[in-house]
């Protein structure tokens, strides 16, 4: 396995615009985190799944802002009608079953995305 | 909003010299943990503390554990340019969450 995919690793869009980031995670691990990421600042949570059941979701994001995980594999992140704020880093990290102990966050390379 | 303030947001230091850098909050952590994140990459972590109190060292490095669980501190022994990078202190609040958040981060430079 080489770990955490994220696709695309740069987006560059006009303001108002749909984009969609997909991230696949490493094979059996059944926690799936997004965060976003501004340049010198600590990732800021998203949302998380474990398996394809969604469980929490940050109150900072709007309407605008939507993630799934289908099949409790791969999850795709959507952000509707992108706005110049949106610009930013955008991380995915999976984890394993860890028996109810907290385990280590595998991050992926990210996806950059530009709203012009 | 962040729970997790980090000190100092930034620090230049030179080769061998050594420092420490501060995860406060007030809030209780479950456990907290330390990456490490360097320009292009995402983190990559560096330990796990889960009591009250607890020390652990990996090398040079030395992360502790508050008594309280509500701050870490990262000790660095005669820095060296690899050590470079973004550090970020990240903890679970609760004990029926994966809920990871993350601190402000430090960002550290070590100059030859």
């Known amino acids: 396995d080489t770990g955490v995919s994220q696709d695309p690793r740069h987006k560059i869009t006009k303001r108002g615009q749909n984009v969609t980031f997909r991230c696949d995670p490493i094979?059996?691990?059944?926690?799936l985190y997004w965060y976003r990421q501004t340049l010198g600042q600590g990732p800021e949570f998203l949302t998380y799944f474990q398996n394809e059941a969604q469980l929490e979701k940050s109150r900072l994001l709007s309407d605008r802002f939507s993630a799934e995980r289908p099949k409790g594999s791969f999850s795709t992140l959507e952000i509707q009608r992108t706005e110049q704020g949106d610009s930013a880093m955008y991380l995915c990290a999976s984890s394993p079953r860890t028996g109810g102990f907290i385990g280590e966050l595998f991050f992926g390379e990210g996806s950059r995305l530009t709203v012009l | 909003t962040q729970l997790l303030e980090q000190s100092p947001q930034f620090l230049s230091i030179q080769e061998g010299e050594n420092l420490t850098v501060y995860c406060n909050s007030s809030?209780?952590?479950?456990?907290l943990q330390w990456y490490r994140q360097e320009p292009g990459e995402g983190p990559v972590l560096l330990v796990t503390?889960?009591?009250?109190?607890e020390v652990k060292k990996l090398k040079r490095l030395t992360f502790q554990f508050g008594d309280a669980r509500k701050d870490s501190s990262l000790h660095i022994t005669a820095a060296q340019p690899g050590d470079t990078g973004l550090y970020l202190c990240a903890g679970v609040v609760g004990a029926r969450t994966y809920k990871y958040i993350f601190g402000t981060g430090t960002r550290l430079k070590v100059l030859a």
């Open positions: 503390v889960v009591t009250g109190g």
């Open positions: 809030s209780v952590f479950s456990s």
């Open positions: 094979s059996e691990h059944n926690r």
